[in-house]
């Protein structure tokens, strides 16, 4: 088992909403789009040409080749369907009057930039080439989809007692270990530029030195009494533990000894505590970033009842998880079928290549 799993700060998501399916596009003839500067239209509400370009930009990053033609067309669909997707919901979210309020934005802004000097974080601005204007927008678009999720999807789920114990009881042997586990949280920080930001603050290093830095103030925070979980989701940059607050379940010892400095650290711990910073390496020693584990127990070998809440609370966790994917999947579906769309920027591919 891989114990650390990798993924530029402020850099843009592409497709703030990801959908479980391929984004149906509408295309209507050879309908010429309005104007030169629209690459889609989404229930008459426009999207620009301009706004693509940035994302393509912000996504392509530095990259020391730069993509062929078709390439680029291939990513820009991308980004494009993401983009079209994001509107369907802000204009879904507006109808239910869930649009983020002002304060909401400010308020989140705040938390943002709570790791960094205002130096810091004007630099971060002018090296991903946005406004604070930029900033504010995205930021209020995310909170605006999160306030959807809760009131069309989450609110909704509930897990009870009886589906944990039968899942318990169908999935029994899963819970028996031959040796001791681990249960462990980590806040992760990538040197790598070019990945994607996993957090709920879109928030990303851009380098070995930022990657320091951040996670220097991630560490200063956990330390001033700030909660590990709250932390790691807002700040962590690794897709497979942020949105968990940073929880990478139970994780067998042996696997935890192959990473020496990691289990050399926890050992030291007691349940509750805090590791300092280690870096993560790859096989040729080269640092890829920088890690925080927190310490929440060690499981003996051996079956693990029911009556563990470790057990209850992961059983709890994973069909709540299941289910919301499965609800959101099918919501925005729902959505698309009733949205009225039209990419000018596929007819202008197409057209382009005679279809």
């Known amino acids: 088992m891989q114990v650390i799993s990798l993924n530029r700060m402020f850099r843009r998501s592409a497709a703030p909403i990801l959908l479980g399916s391929t984004l149906l596009v509408a295309f209507a003839g050879c309908h010429r789009s309005p104007s030169a500067d629209v690459v889609a239209t989404v229930n008459g509400k426009e999207i620009m040409r301009a706004d693509l370009d940035r994302v393509y930009q912000a996504n392509i990053g530095e990259t020391p080749q730069m993509p062929s033609e078709e390439e680029a067309n291939i990513r820009r669909l991308n980004y494009l369907h993401g983009m079209i997707a994001d509107e369907i919901v802000q204009q879904r979210a507006a109808k239910l009057n869930l649009t983020a309020s002002d304060e909401d934005v400010n308020a989140k802004l705040t938390e943002f930039k709570a790791p960094y000097t205002q130096d810091d974080f004007d630099r971060k601005l002018k090296q991903s080439n946005m406004t604070l204007d930029d900033l504010k927008r995205d930021i209020r678009r995310q909170l605006t989809r999160e306030k959807l999720i809760n009131k069309e999807i989450e609110s909704k789920i509930n897990v009870t007692d009886a589906e944990v114990s039968d899942y318990f009881n169908a999935h029994k042997t899963e819970f028996n270990t031959i040796e001791p586990q681990y249960h462990l949280m980590q806040i992760l920080v990538t040197a790598a530029p070019?990945?994607?930001?996993?957090?709920?603050?879109?928030?990303?290093?851009?380098?070995?030195?930022?990657?320091?830095?951040?996670?220097?103030?991630?560490?200063?925070?956990?330390?001033?009494?700030?909660?590990?979980?709250?932390?790691?989701?807002?700040?962590?940059?690794?897709?497979?533990?942020?949105?968990?607050?940073?929880?990478?379940?139970?994780?067998?010892?042996?696997?935890?000894?192959?990473?020496?400095?990691?289990?050399?650290?926890?050992?030291?711990?007691?349940?509750?505590?805090?590791?300092?910073?280690?870096?993560?390496?790859?096989?040729?020693?080269?640092?890829?970033?920088?890690?925080?584990?927190?310490?929440?127990?060690?499981?003996?070998?051996?079956?693990?009842?029911?009556?563990?809440?470790?057990?209850?609370?992961?059983?709890?966790?994973?069909?709540?998880?299941?289910?919301a994917q499965m609800l959101e999947n099918a919501y925005f579906e729902r959505l698309q079928n009733d949205a009225k769309i039209h990419n000018y920027l596929a007819d202008e591919i197409l057209s382009k290549s005679g279809q």
């Open 194 to 323: 070019s990945q994607q930001p996993a957090n709920l603050q879109n928030n990303k290093a851009s380098g070995d030195a930022d990657a320091k830095r951040k996670i220097q103030a991630l560490h200063n925070r956990l330390e001033s009494g700030d909660d590990f979980s709250s932390v790691a989701m807002n700040y962590s940059e690794d897709s497979s533990t942020a949105a968990n607050g940073g929880d990478m379940g139970f994780i067998p010892e042996s696997s935890l000894k192959s990473v020496p400095v990691v289990y050399d650290a926890i050992s030291k711990l007691k349940p509750g505590q805090f590791t300092d910073i280690i870096p993560v390496t790859d096989a040729s020693h080269r640092t890829l970033g920088y890690a925080i584990y927190k310490f929440i127990s060690r499981e003996p070998a051996g079956q693990r009842e029911l009556s563990n809440p470790s057990v209850r609370q992961s059983i709890h966790t994973q069909l709540h998880n299941n289910r």
